[in-house]
């Protein structure tokens, strides 16, 4: 026998063909969200998709990179540079300018066709961040994967604690195979450059452990970007080496975008919610009112799983953040403790020194009043000599 979901999805197209009848019922009654079939029919993965996830190599829509990092660290600005145009916007600000993604496209000079989305700070972790909504709308701008994740990082700032989180809230999102698709962007050229330092130069004297592991797996896949130049032969050299970057990563992962976890999921739903919506507006023997609620209905259940998926987003998150900051918590503990045991060993080092001083002193004392003592004996001696020698001459 065939298995019952592979035989539901041949049946899907059936049952869609009397959907209508069902609905006049259930519209009389005012039970249409009670209905079984409904549910089955919208949670079908059968009549309109061949169930594949989505792949390809974007050879129509183009290749994606999606902008990820703290906020600050000039997304918007990069995204600028490589669109050669203001496009996202980009201030000066500690609090962050977007606050939504946004998606802009330009043509290379190679003839591809490149996709830029901006994220606003999908990895700041504030209670007032909406983390799964802002990466679920990210990814669903993505509509045909990820060809590469560009993480920018500033170097006029310190690489913090949160942007470790984030990496690893990257990974435990899409996966670990999302760093064969990352490149390393490091905007503030124009900082190194005035104090005459190269990139390399200064990852080499300031790079911590997490930044460093980061490079070593993405193949030191790097890049250093001045958002504020004029100079029109070096925003055409950065930007010519990110094209180079991009297309190497496109190569190592043959030409494919990264649509697995996380991405597969959503683009499934969107698959499955598009052939939905197709079947319904081809059936027959409907009106049009009926139609258009049986569309309200998937959309109304579309936005429900949509809601789910933000929420267990959020909530994978939320317990990927909890778990970094015990570990953070244990680490700090562990550094108190490890400073608390470096006192108390100075301490009784002090002290034994201190033991030690007053003994060599004491001993050095007690030396000293015997040396005296005996200095003072052999004085004494001397002079009853000399006493006894002066007495025998008087009576001589």
Known sequence: MAPAGALLGRLGPHLAQHACHCYRIAENSRQLRQLPWLDLFLSM??????????????????????LVGRTGNGKSATGNSILGR??????????????????????????????VIDTP??????????????????????????????????????FSKEEESSLRC?????GEKIIDHVIVV?????????????LDEYLG??????????????????????????????????????????????????????????????????????????????????????????????????????????????SRMKETVKGLQKRLESQKAAKRKAEENARRLNEQVCQAARRVAEENARRSNEQNCQAAT?????????HQHVSNMTKECSIM
Request: hydrophobic share 35%.
């Open 186 to 198: 490091f905007t503030g050229g124009d900082e190194l450059e005035e104090e005459g330092v190269a």
């Open 121 to 158: 700070g999908i990895f700041d972790f504030t209670p007032e961040t909406h983390m799964g909504e802002r990466i679920v709308e990210c990814v669903k701008l993505a509509k045909d994967g990820i060809h590469a994740v560009l993480l920018v990082f500033s170097v006029r700032s310190r």
């Open 45 to 66: 993965g059968g009549g309109g998709s061949d169930g594949n996830s989505v792949g390809g190599g974007g050879s129509d829509g183009g290749r994606t990179v999606v």
């Open 205 to 314: 004297r300031c790079c911590p452990a997490p930044l460093k592991d980061l490079l070593e797996e993405c193949g030191n896949r790097k890049v250093l970007f001045d958002n504020k130049t004029k100079d029109e032969a070096k925003k055409a050299e950065q930007l010519q080496e990110l094209e180079a970057l991009i297309n190497t990563v496109v190569a190592l992962n043959n030409g494919l975008p990264y649509t697995e976890n996380l991405v597969a999921d959503l683009k499934e739903r969107e698959q499955r919610f598009h052939a939905k919506t197709e079947e319904v507006n081809s059936l027959k023997g409907c009106s049009e009112q009926e139609v258009s609620k049986m569309m309200e209905e998937l959309k109304k259940f579309y936005e429900e799983q949509n809601q789910q998926m933000i929420q267990s987003v959020d």
């Open 374 to 382: 005996s200095v003072a004996q052999v004085h004494a001696v001397l």
């Open 170 to 174: 990257l990974r435990e999102l899409f």
């Open 86 to 115: 203001k496009a996202f916007r980009s201030l000066a600000s500690s609090a962050g300018v977007t606050d939504q993604c946004q998606l802009y496209t330009t043509v290379l000079k190679d003839g591809h066709i490149l996709n």
